[in-house]
């Protein structure tokens, strides 16, 4: 399988301003940002053609991004939620992301699912990723894996578990379709 090999996604979330700088660079309004002493919680719309809202609540602790993308009807392909592995920093306050390739995908009911680590070894081995960074990011994966197994595969009762107690919008408006 050939391998979508491409620099680390950045990202950057202002509370202040109330918005949120994508991987491509386009300057998105949020609707919601909520810091807790775990992480932050962002909410905006999103001009995307599959969804039309992302939730996402960024934990430094645990080294990931926790994703609820609000789909478009008629999009098959859906999770309940995504997890990015990512390195967090915070400065002045603002958060920024360095998105560590592997991604983690769950469904109720079902066992948590690692996907990319096959860009993770191939970002490694031309120099787009650092040794440390992929280690961090084997490390971040292994751990939430196991958490999340441990807690009945639920990644929420694994956070809980932990004193991260996140929570989602009840219901949300979704932007209209590009």
């Known amino acids: 399988m050939m391998v979508d090999l491409h620099p680390i996604k950045c990202e950057t979330f202002d509370p ?3 918005t949120n700088v994508d991987p491509k ?28 809202y ?7 602790e645990l080294g ?17 939620i995504y997890i990015d592995v990512v390195d967090i920093n915070i400065e002045d306050g603002v958060w920024t992301t360095r998105d560590l390739y592997v991604d983690l995908v769950w469904n109720s009911g079902d066992s ?5 680590i096959d860009e993770l070894a191939a970002a ?3 120099g787009l990723i650092s040794a440390d960074d992929a280690e961090k990011a084997i490390e971040s994966t ?3 894996v196991e958490g999340i197994t441990r807690y009945g595969d639920n990644p929420s009762a694994w956070m809980k578990a932990k004193g991260i107690d996140i929570d989602w919008a009840d219901t949300v408006t979704l932007v209209p379709a590009p």
């Open 16 to 18: 202040k301003s109330k």
């Open 64 to 80: 990931l991004r926790a994703n609820i993308f609000h789909y478009r009807d008629g999009v098959v392909d859906r999770e309940d």
């Open 54 to 60: 992302l939730e996402s609540w960024l934990l430094p």
């Open 112 to 116: 948590i699912e690692v996907v990319d």
């Open 25 to 52: 660079g386009f300057r998105r309004q949020v609707d919601t940002y909520r810091e807790t002493p775990f992480g932050l919680y962002m909410a905006r719309g999103a001009d995307h053609p599959k969804f039309g």
């Open 124 to 126: 490694t081995s031309a």
């Open 142 to 144: 292994l751990a939430a």
